[in-house]
């Protein structure tokens, strides 16, 4: 089973401001076909998730492009530019390279500081 | 637009049993694998169980292997999970999530409660 790991756990941060959130696959998430299947999920408070980004660094339809992915094999990277106030919830990597069981990170507590 | 509609949570009893229901619309479910996914409270997300989009491959989590089966009826638009032997560690809310890219589209949610 491939575990992900998310740093970190908990960030505060002032509105306007950049955000950060790594994500570590502890095996290579390369598939066969070449794509790598890491996705970047964004739960609000008392909402199911809501897909931001998958295989990297593909935003979603009608995710704002204030949200980026980056990385590659087992270190992956979550930004968001400039922090709105909508933008408060959990934050998930989620992996789907290798099957059973597609694995989740621990999740992302974003806050307004 | 895609919607994805669960139901069938309920509260009942260790090792009892309950099925779940996925009411597709909006896309052609019979084009698309379909996954469950849980959270329990105040927990984080883990995935339950994967059907390929012919229904001829279902992929599970150890902790539930055994106990639930996935299916589905694509005349029917519709998504099941059979959830057997009930513990109360399977409190949750169930999550119905369509696959493509990634999983794009996820239902609101339906709670299970395993409680004596």
């Known amino acids: 089973e491939i575990v992900m790991t998310q740093t970190p756990l908990s960030s505060p941060v002032t509105l306007g401001q950049p955000a950060s959130i790594s994500c570590r696959s502890s095996?290579?998430?390369?598939?066969?076909?070449?794509?790598?299947?890491l996705s970047w999920l964004q739960q609000r408070p008392g909402q199911p998730p809501r897909l931001l980004i998958y295989?990297?660094?593909k935003r979603f339809s009608g995710v704002p492009d204030r949200f980026s992915g980056s990385g590659a094999g087992t270190d992956f990277t979550l930004k968001i530019s400039r922090v709105e106030a909508e933008d408060v919830g959990l934050y998930y990597c989620?992996?789907?390279?290798?099957?059973?069981?597609?694995?989740f990170g621990q999740g992302t507590k974003l806050e307004i500081k | 637009q895609v919607q994805l509609v669960e139901s069938g949570g309920d509260v009942v009893q260790p090792g009892r049993s309950l099925r779940l229901s996925c009411a597709a619309s909006?896309?052609?479910?019979?084009?698309?694998?379909m996954h469950w996914v849980r959270q329990a409270p105040g927990k984080g997300l883990e995935w339950v169980a994967l059907?390929?989009?012919?229904?001829?491959?279902?992929y599970y989590a150890d902790s539930v292997k055994g106990r639930f089966t996935v299916s589905r009826d694509n005349s029917d638009n519709t998504l099941y999970l059979q959830m057997n032997s009930l513990r109360v560690e399977d409190t949750a809310v169930y999550y119905c999530?369509?696959?493509?890219?990634?999983?794009?589209?996820w239902g609101q949610g339906t709670l299970v409660t395993v409680s004596s």
């Open positions: 989620m992996q789907g390279t290798q099957l059973p069981p597609y694995t």
């Open positions: 295989n990297i660094s």
């Open positions: 909006g896309f052609s479910f019979n084009n698309y694998d």
């Open positions: 095996q290579s998430l390369v598939h066969s076909d070449g794509n790598t299947y």
């Open positions: 059907i390929r989009y012919e229904g001829s491959e279902r």
């Open positions: 999530v369509r696959d493509s890219w990634g999983v794009d589209f």
